[in-house]
C-alpha cells in the first residue's frame, strides 16, 4: 500500500534536533526515559531556531514544562517566554477579529475567518497553543472594494499600490496593516490562486460552519472545505512549516470519513490530501481512517510528500519569496503541483502585467496596453536588480 511505501521514504539525513522536535509533537505527554535518551548531545540553539521556524513553540512548551529536568533552564524561560508573548498576540488578534466582524456585518458583508485565532480555537481549544502572523478573511470578490474601505476606516492601510485594474486576476488576496498597532489583516476573495467554481465564495457559505468566542458568532469554513484549503495552502508552500501538519492532525479527528470523501468527488483535491496524510503518518504518527486512505493516497501524493521533506528537514522560507538558494527546486515543485490547465493558467497569469510593473515605469493612462508586450523586459530588469542589492 501506498501509506506503507511512505514509511520507507529517508528521514536517515534528518538533523537530532528535528527528531526530537517531532517526538515532542508526536508524545506531548514526554514519556521521561524515552525524552532523556533523546534530549542527550542535543544542541539547544539549534532546537529553538526550529521550534521558532516551524511555529510550534506553544505545543513545545506546554509539553517540555511537565518535565523541565530535560531541558536547559535557558531554553524553558525562552520557551516560555515565546509562549506568553504569543498568547497576548493571539489575544489582540481576537479583539481585532471581533472588531472587524462587527464593522462588516454593518455592512452586510458576509466573510469567513479562514485562519487565525478562530482556527486556533477550533482545532486547539485555546487560541494561544498555536502560533498566527495575520487575520484572513473570504469575502465574495463583488465586497473586496467594500471590505477595503472599512478597514481604512478602521485604521488600516494597503500594503501594496494598486494602479492597474486587473489586481483581481493576478492574485486571491490582498493585505493591510494597521498604522499604529501594526496587526496584518488578509482580504481573501479566492481560497487560493488557482480559481474552482467548486470553492466560489457561494458554494462555500452554503457548506459554512460557525464558532461563539468571547459570546460573538463568527462563521468559518466547514471541515470539509477547510481540510482541502489546509492541504492546498500546505502543498504550495512545500510544508516547509509543521505547524500547518500539527492542523491537518488536529483537524483529522473532526471528519466525517464519508461526507469527506464525497467532497473529494465533487470537488477535487485528494492529492493533496494524500500528501498531507503520507506526511502527517510519517512525522507525527496521525491514524488516516481507512476509507480516506484509499481514496486519496497515491503515487502521485508519495511523491509529492518525497519532494517536500526537502523543506522540511531545513530551515527555509518559501513566502512570500523563496529563498535563493532553494529558488529553483521549490519553483519545479510548485509547477509540479498543478494540472495541465493551471499550468496553462499559471503562465498566462504570469505575463499578465501587473500595478508593480506600472510603479516601476509609469506611462500614462493611453497606453497602459504596452504592459503586456514590455512584461517580460521589466520582470528581468526587477531580477537584475534584486541580484545586485
Known amino acids: 500500500m501506498i501509506l506503507e511505501d511512505a514509511l ?150 494597503s500594503e501594496e499600490e494598486i494602479v492597474l485594474g486587473n489586481w483581481k486576476k493576478k492574485s486571491h488576496h490582498r493585505s493591510y496593516e494597521h498604522r499604529e498597532h501594526s496587526v496584518q489583516v488578509e482580504i481573501h476573495w479566492r481560497l487560493n490562486p488557482h480559481y474552482s467554481k467548486s470553492y466560489s465564495f457561494e458554494s462555500l457559505w452554503q457548506r459554512r460552519g460557525e464558532a461563539v468566542m468571547s459570546h460573538q458568532t463568527y462563521f468559518c469554513l466547514g471541515h470539509e472545505d477547510l481540510l482541502c484549503y489546509l492541504t492546498d495552502h500546505g502543498a504550495r508552500h512545500g510544508w516547509f512549516r509543521l505547524r500547518w501538519l500539527m492542523d491537518i492532525a488536529r483537524l483529522l479527528p473532526l471528519l ?42 497515491n503515487a502521485r501524493s508519495l511523491r509529492l510528500a518525497e519532494k517536500s521533506l526537502y523543506y522540511i528537514k531545513r530551515i527555509v522560507q518559501l513566502n512570500p519569496v523563496p529563498e535563493k538558494s532553494v529558488a529553483w527546486h521549490y519553483n519545479r515543485y510548485l509547477f509540479s503541483l498543478m494540472s495541465g490547465k493551471q499550468r496553462v493558467l499559471y503562465i498566462f497569469n504570469k505575463l499578465l502585467p501587473s500595478s508593480r510593473d506600472a510603479l516601476q515605469l509609469p506611462l500614462p493612462k493611453p497606453l497602459y496596453f504596452l504592459y503586456v508586450p514590455l512584461r517580460p523586459f521589466l520582470w528581468f530588469w526587477r531580477q537584475i536588480k534584486q541580484q545586485s542589492v
Not at 508573548?85 to 454593518?106: V, Y
Request: charged letters at 25%; aromatic letters at 6%.
Open 8 to 157: 520507507e521514504l529517508d528521514l536517515s539525513d534528518m538533523p537530532r534536533e528535528l527528531s526530537f522536535l517531532l517526538s515532542i509533537l508526536r508524545n506531548p505527554d514526554c514519556e521521561e526515559g524515552i525524552a532523556l535518551q533523546e534530549a542527550s548531545e542535543m544542541d539547544w540553539n539549534l532546537f529553538m531556531k526550529l521550534a521558532l521556524h516551524h511555529r510550534v513553540y506553544p505545543l513545545v512548551y506546554l509539553a517540555l514544562k511537565k518535565n523541565t529536568s530535560l531541558v536547559p533552564v535557558h531554553v524553558m524561560q525562552s520557551l516560555q517566554r515565546h509562549y506568553h508573548d504569543n498568547t497576548i498576540k493571539m489575544l489582540h488578534l481576537s479583539r481585532e477579529m471581533s472588531r472587524i466582524c462587527e464593522s462588516f456585518a454593518s455592512q452586510g458583508i458576509r466573510n469567513l475567518w479562514l485562519k487565525g485565532p478562530l482556527l486556533a480555537l477550533n482545532l486547539y481549544g485555546d487560541v494561544a497553543h498555536r502560533t498566527s502572523k495575520d487575520l484572513d478573511i473570504l469575502v465574495d470578490a463583488e465586497d473586496v472594494e467594500k471590505a477595503e474601505t472599512i478597514l481604512s476606516q478602521l485604521g488600516y492601510e
Open 256 to 297: 466525517d470519513s464519508s461526507r469527506m470523501k464525497q467532497h473529494f468527488a465533487r470537488n477535487g483535491g485528494e492529492m493533496y490530501a494524500g500528501q498531507a496524510f503520507i506526511l502527517s503518518s510519517l512525522l507525527l504518527s496521525v491514524k488516516v481512517p481507512h476509507d480516506l486512505e484509499m481514496s486519496t493516497i
